[in-house]
């Protein structure tokens, strides 16, 4: 029996991952998550074969999803699924150690030789992209590693902090205190290494990481 995770917030996805992977496997349970925070209590109570990550859904943005649950949950395969074909960032996506990634316009059937080989042990990506995937470099795994140290809650600050807000607008989106979140960039200064937010703003860039929503906290 194979188990499965797709960690995806988008239902009619999900279904159709489903629907295609049930074709492919005789016997597969497939278990499901809409955001991070979900996807973490599942991996806690079910022993997963593979997970199938959305970058996009709540709570994960880009990359801070892939690298908490690596440093959460070292042991888990993990399949990127998304909708952004950029080489650059599948490489870097490689790089931090999934095991491959999937387009979200993938055919039935690549998604099905996907999941095999990886569940066998192999590194899997689009044959249209193969050639173009570089090794990250040093300084790039160094950062990552920092970023995965952060909570949550943290990384939320952190993306807000890159794209310009000040720590009373951060508040508001949060809906937390001023002082709470003086307190996480505190945190996220000493976890990263640095000592101003003009550092954490060129990291948050270099880990490509997206603003989170801004509806309250």
Known sequence: MVTLLIADDHPLYRDALKGALNMAFDELKILESGDLNTTVQVLESHD??????????????????????????????????????????????????????????AGAQDINDAVHAMLEGEVWVPESVRQQIEQVDETFSELAENVASLT?????????????????????????????????????????????????????SELQLEPPPTEKA
């Open 48 to 105: 997963i074969d593979l997970l199938l990550l959305d970058l996009h859904m709540p709570g994960s943005s880009d990359l801070f999803g892939l690298l908490h649950i690596q440093k959460t949950f070292p042991d888990i395969p993990i399949a990127v699924v998304s909708g952004t074909e950029d080489a650059a960032l599948i490489s870097k996506i490689v790089g931090l150690g999934a095991m491959g990634f999937i387009p979200k316009t």
């Open 152 to 204: 949550p809650s943290q990384y939320k600050v952190l993306c807000f902090m890159r794209d310009g807000l000040l720590n009373k607008q951060i508040g508001y989106n949060l809906d937390i205190a001023e002082a709470t979140v003086k307190a996480h960039v505190t945190a996220i200064f000493r976890k990263l290494g640095i000592n101003n937010r003009t550092q954490a703003v060129l990291i948050a």
